[in-house]
């Protein structure tokens, strides 16, 4: 999905100020025209039409993606529905290597004389633009698979289930947010269907069928007489999961101060807490500003470690392709080249992994035909790697790709993109009330809120949802106007414990932003609860 | 081609019209031709074209409205994506807040299309690539950069007379130009209707003095500080406030504008006397069509004069409610300013800090709009009217309500991004730490 789309279509972006624009991401179909799928001997046969097209123009190597884009959104606000719409894209995008430059075309003409000529197009690109390219691509060795495909594990398909059970679903939890008095609350769901096929001349042809999805809300308490208004967002998580997140068991609950989530998502249990929540954020102290431990549940820590180890690992961005957008990163290659860069404390490890079940970012296969897997970013605290494509491996000395391609759709250029980037869970066993109990000054927070970080991932500053005050090993009350302020590389060497995997929980991004033009990809980030030392927390309250 | 006339337009809608059954049917129409490239580390990456053209079509029955879309323009694919937006309109529960179609309007002819513009062809666009790489590589500099150009139109129709349409050109560049030993860094970018006005030398020039000139930056203290905001700074921050001149958020009570005890802060002396800010469709520095996709007229609209807000947006269904007439927001916004050029501004300052442009700016508080951003390719520090030295770039906390309280002078307006904006001089701009990006 698009990020404009989304902000659009979810109602939680710029309101009223946002035209619909929904020819922008797609045609909107029967819901259940969206459950067939086109037949893979035919895809077969149309993607050896542009490999053999591309050859014989002079490509040293070509893919083509022929993808459907399945999206599907619900959204309420209090007892209306704002908006329901199932949309569809389909077409074929084709990259080649001419003359040891990449050129690409697309087409939303599925046949075999616009998929060759489509072909043709990238050939002619990628040979126009090699006359001021510098060097030429070195393009990382992949073997071809045969005919294979990969499915995410899903146990309801979310496009199968009524609309009617999901409009019912969130005016419940508008009912209720309203019943335990919200002033107002939006809600939605959105689920999103990949079905991929790609073909290259390695000789893949590779079918995976990806699904998503992503129920969220957004509950406003106003106090007129004060002029004041709290809001509280939903603690779910978008996962790489059917219709199934929805049904949570006992099991999936995370007891606490507020009830957490894992794997599984109870809406209307957390509703009524957010209501509850917002109330409370009304009358909560404003925060005195200071040093704090801070003591991040992993449903807020998955948008710092997005931002602050994510980032800065992506290869492109170390390279300078990013330079004139997302910018570019502080982990140069000679701080990996040292093996001694100390990036965090010896507590944090970071491994990216493209298979973790229920993730953003699984998939057996990247969108240039490469096996995924799982390897260390940061290890006992030091730098070991990056997040890399095929023609960027050989410059950290690998000598097949990570796996980390992706494109947004058919008709955008695939390139380097985040995998799932995770903490790992502390060895030793330690739950969140003992971590708590620890603290004699502190700040323990829930949920992701505001958050800027600099174009070299250095300097940032995060909120959140929810701010408890630990005074002397004990939580004493709400806060308001919290955010905190930090250097990456000091924030991650403050980090002095972390609990043990039964806290171990999935937080992600559903449109995360990169390239010229723009593409959204979902990606994953786990943790559990971990602790940092002395971290600089700033009051954001102002007077206008 | 995905550019069609009025009367092609039109004919196509009437066509669509003619094959509804519902109570009521709005079409939308629109088309785009365009291309890009992309260069990094001096070299080109990658680089499309594309063209593509879409009809919606909305279904109403009752209060019931169902949407679809295709992108197929034989009579067969028309008359099913209009069956299949009235099938989906008699699934839908009903929408409380439906309004009855708009008849026929006046518009305005803004002007927004430029003949030159939708004729650049990819080597055009090239060679406009080329003389920004020029300039990096004879300087020793490496260049990102991204070039765009589009052609589009848009044309509604309803089942009550309505018609409006509307083409435009656009062309933006931007580019980041950084030393080899990556300790300086420039940028630019600039947006324009119209060909000659888009100078991809001249600009590339301004991005590589500003690498070259933010080299060896200085760490000074953060604090609060006077700064001079160039016009693409104090663009990003405007941009965020104008979000929030929604009339129904402020009613509700979920806004800045939202008055203490109910009601909205229309009338209220809420900036500095110096802050006037309008939108007009006609501009022709900033034009835009004349018309939203309600089909609701887009007039001049005063939205801030002398500091006192005017204008809040109203849609069609709040504006109901309130007794009001609607009122669409325009984001092409005219900030009024004064005639002293950038550089003169720098000279009337005492002490302060230049800054090119922000980055990464989210809100912080919705209440206050407290904003929190960094400054980002070349900030400088101004002593007795001169430019001394680059410094390290900050982190602020701001709020763009409270910064257009301490205005202290404003230069002329330039177009940036969407609209027209002068460079300011602003007292007390809050930074609260340092940051080591460059």
């Known amino acids: ?544 | 081609m995905a550019i069609l006339s009025k009367e092609e337009a039109q004919a196509i809608l009437k066509k669509v019209l003619s094959f509804s059954k519902a109570d009521s049917c709005e079409l939308s129409l629109n088309g785009s031709d365009g291309g890009n490239i992309r260069y990094a580390r001096n070299a080109v990456s990658t680089a499309g074209q594309i063209s593509k053209m879409s009809l919606a079509v909305s279904s109403t029955f009752g209060k019931k409205t169902g949407m679809a879309t295709i992108n197929e323009f034989d009579d067969e694919s028309l008359k099913k994506v209009v069956a299949r937006s009235e099938e989906l309109a008699k699934l839908a529960p009903e929408n409380p807040e439906f309004m009855p179609l708009l008849g026929p309007q006046q518009y305005a002819d803004a002007p927004t299309f430029n003949a030159k513009t939708a004729a650049i062809t990819p080597d055009s666009r090239a060679e406009m690539v080329g003389k920004s790489l020029q300039v990096s590589k004879a300087a020793k500099l490496e260049a990102a950069g991204f070039l765009e150009n589009s052609t589009w139109f848009n044309a509604i129709m309803n089942s009550k007379n309505l018609f409006a349409y509307n083409k435009s050109t656009d062309i933006s560049f931007s580019v980041t130009v950084r030393n080899q030993e990556g300790t300086g860094s420039g940028y630019i970018e600039q947006r324009f209707n119209d060909l000659d006005k888009m100078d991809t030398l001249a600009l590339s020039k301004i991005a590589a003095s500003k690498a070259t000139g933010s080299a060896g930056a200085k760490a000074i203290e953060p604090g609060k500080y006077t700064v001079i905001l160039e016009p693409l700074a104090a663009s990003d921050m405007l941009g965020n406030m104008f979000r929030g001149f929604d009339a129904r958020s402020a009613d509700e009570g979920r806004s800045f504008m939202s008055k203490k005890g109910g009601g909205t802060r229309i009338g209220e002396q809420l900036f500095s006397e110096n802050v006037n800010i309008y939108s007009d469709p006609m501009n022709p520095d900033v034009p835009t069509a004349a018309w939203n996709n309600d089909g609701v007229p887009i007039n001049k609209t005063q939205w801030i004069e002398n500091g006192v807000v005017k204008n809040l947006s109203y849609s069609r269904y709040w504006a109901e409610q309130k007794g009001v007439k609607p009122l669409p927001f325009n984001r092409s916004i005219v900030m009024e300013g004064g005639t002293q050029s950038l550089e003169e501004l720098i000279k009337s300052t005492e002490k302060g800090i230049l800054v090119t442009r922000f980055w990464y700016i989210r809100s912080v508080d919705p209440q206050t709009l407290l904003l929190t951003g960094l400054t980002r390719d070349g900030t400088f520090y101004i002593e007795n009217g001169e430019i001394k030295f680059p410094v390290k770039n900050f982190r602020f906390n701001e709020s763009p309500v409270i910064m257009l309280n301490n205005v202290e002078a404003l230069g002329k307006p330039v177009r940036t991004g969407n609209g027209m904006i002068p460079p300011m001089k602003i007292r007390d701009f809050t930074f609260t730490s340092l940051s080591d990006a460059i």
Not at chain 1, 290 to 316: A, M, N, Q, R
Not at chain 1, 454 to 468: H, I, K, S, V
Not at chain 1, 512 to 538: E, L, M, W, Y
């Open chain 1, 1 to 544: 999905m698009k990020r404009k789309d989304f902000l659009y279509l979810s109602g939680l972006g710029m309101g009223a100020l946002m035209l619909p624009d929904l020819s922008a991401f797609g045609n909107t179909i029967d819901p259940l025209q969206a459950l067939e799928s086109v037949d893979v001997k035919i895809k077969k046969e149309l993607a050896d039409v542009a490999l053999n097209a591309a050859r014989s123009k002079g490509a040293s190597y070509a893919d083509i993606r022929i993808g459907r884009y399945l999206n599907q959104f619900v959204s309420t606000r209090e007892k209306r529905v704002q908006g329901i719409a199932n949309t569809e894209s389909y077409g074929v995008g084709v990259r080649v290597l001419a003359d040891g430059c990449w050129g690409f075309a697309a087409t939303n003409k599925v046949t075999r004389d616009d998929i060759a000529k489509a072909a043709e197009q990238a050939v002619a690109v990628a040979k126009a633009n090699a006359k001021i390219q510098g060097e030429p691509v070195q393009l990382a060795p992949q073997k071809g698979f045969g005919e294979v495909s990969w499915k995410t594990p899903i146990e309801i398909n979310a496009f199968e289930v009524p609309v009617k059970e999901k409009v019912d679903l969130l005016l419940n939890v508008n009912d209720i947010a309203l019943q335990n008095g919200a002033s107002f609350v939006n809600s939605v769901i959105f689920a999103v269907n990949e079905q991929k096929y790609f073909a290259s001349t390695d000789g893949s042809y590779i079918d995976q069928d990806v699904h998503r999805i992503y129920p969220t809300f957004n509950v406003t308490r106003i106090d007129r007489e004060s002029g004041k208004f709290k809001t509280r967002n939903s603690l779910s998580s978008p996962m790489g999961m059917g219709y199934e997140y929805l049904t949570a068991r006992p099991q999936d609950k995370v007891s606490g101060i507020v009830t957490r989530y894992k794997g599984r998502y109870d809406m209307l249990e957390d509703v009524k807490a957010a209501a509850l929540n917002a109330s409370e954020k009304i009358k909560a102290k404003s925060v005195e500003p200071g040093k704090y431990d801070l003591v991040l549940d992993p449903s807020h820590l998955w948008l710092t470690i997005h931002e602050s180890v994510g980032h800065p690992t992506e290869l492109d961005r170390v390279l300078g392709y990013e330079a004139n957008y997302a910018g570019t990163s502080f982990l140069t290659l000679d701080k990996w080249r040292s093996k001694n860069f100390k990036f965090g404390s010896d507590k944090v490890n970071v491994v990216a992994d493209k298979l973790q079940p229920g993730s953003l970012g699984a998939v057996g296969y990247d969108d240039e035909g490469v096996k995924c897997g799982k390897w260390d970013i940061i290890k006992d605290g030091v730098l070991v790697n990056y997040q890399a494509i095929r023609d960027q491996a050989h410059i950290i000395g690998l000598k097949e790709s990570q796996g980390c391609c992706y494109s947004q759709g058919w008709d955008d250029v695939q390139f380097q993109r985040m995998p799932n980037i995770s903490l790992q869970a502390g060895k030793e066993k330690l739950s969140v009330d003992d971590m708590i109990k620890n603290v004699e000054k502190g700040i323990y927070i829930i949920g992701d809120g505001s958050f800027s970080i600099d174009q070299q991932r250095y300097n940032f500053q995060f909120g959140g949802q929810l701010f408890y005050e630990i005074k002397e090993g004990k939580i004493v009350g709400m806060l308001n106007d919290v955010s905190y302020q930090s250097n990456t590389q000091e924030f991650w060497n403050s980090c002095t414990a972390v609990c043990d995997q039964s806290d171990y929980r999935l937080g992600g991004s559903f449109n995360d932003g990169k390239g010229q033009p723009s593409q959204s990809s979902a990606v994953s980030h786990g943790s559990a609860t971990t602790r940092f030392n002395g971290v600089n927390v700033i009051n954001t309250a102002r007077k206008i």
